[in-house]
């Protein structure tokens, strides 16, 4: 069972450069998000999707967008990336929205420079 | 404004027992839970409470008081793989969880 498989591990990336982090969950989840973990600062929601076809913004959603076409893959695009987006991105499902437990990925650090 | 605090780290020594307190102030509460997370890996799963109380699960034990906006995770028998950050998360009125930044924990042999 592979849960949820994010792509790419690592990056470094040229500020100003356009950027598309994957994730796919094979879990048949309703919903899915995506989060930043910072050090110092807890998890913060960036987007998520409570089904497929629907988005909704986090705590901290400009510089990014979502799409969520079908159930399994819940893409992140930076449109043109800058230094303070220099994070772990973790993407995470439930079977249900928000409140459920929520299965993560195992992450993609970025690097902005 | 929605705030969760935890302590950043705590040390303790292996086989002994070790409380990990979370205090929180959100808008609405639905439920706390619990994360383990150990250096450079994802979260994951640890417990989840509700209502006032505790909870027990092997070694792991959670406990909720509502009205205080407190909860604690509560570890025995310390082993050195329970070396983690341990978070903790509030989910709102919204539904949505809100994060502390998590705590730090290092086991000592």
């Known amino acids: 069972i592979a849960g949820i498989t994010q792509a790419p591990t690592s990056q470094i990336l040229a500020a100003g450069r356009r950027m598309t982090l994957r994730c796919t969950q094979d879990m048949r989840h309703n919903a899915m998000y995506w989060y930043r973990q910072d050090l110092g600062l807890g998890l913060r929601l960036i987007h998520y999707?409570?089904?497929?076809?629907?988005?909704g913004k986090g705590e901290v959603p400009d510089g990014y967008s979502v799409s969520r076409a079908n159930t399994d893959d819940f893409p992140l695009t930076l449109a043109s990336a800058v230094p303070s987006q220099t994070s772990v991105y973790f993407c995470?499902?439930?079977?249900?929205?928000?409140?459920?437990?929520?299965?993560f990925g195992a992450g993609t650090r970025l690097s902005v420079l | 404004g929605q705030n969760i605090d935890q302590p950043t780290e705590m040390t303790a020594t292996e086989g002994a027992i070790v409380q990990i307190n979370c205090t929180y102030q959100t808008s609405g509460f639905n439920g706390l839970f619990w994360y383990q997370q150990h250096a450079g890996e994802a979260p994951t799963f640890l417990s989840y409470?509700?209502l006032d109380g505790l909870e027990e699960k092997g070694r792991f034990s959670s406990f909720l008081s509502r009205s205080k906006g407190y909860s604690y995770l509560l570890l025995k028998e310390l082993q050195m793989k329970d070396s983690a950050s341990y978070l903790c998360?509030?989910?709102?009125?919204?539904?949505?969880?809100?994060w502390g930044a998590g705590t730090k924990l290092i086991i000592k042999p």
């Open positions: 999707s409570n089904t497929a076809g629907t988005t």
């Open positions: 409470n509700v």
């Open positions: 998360a509030v989910r709102d009125s919204n539904y949505q969880l809100i």
């Open positions: 995470a499902s439930s079977a249900g929205q928000g409140g459920d437990i929520q299965y």
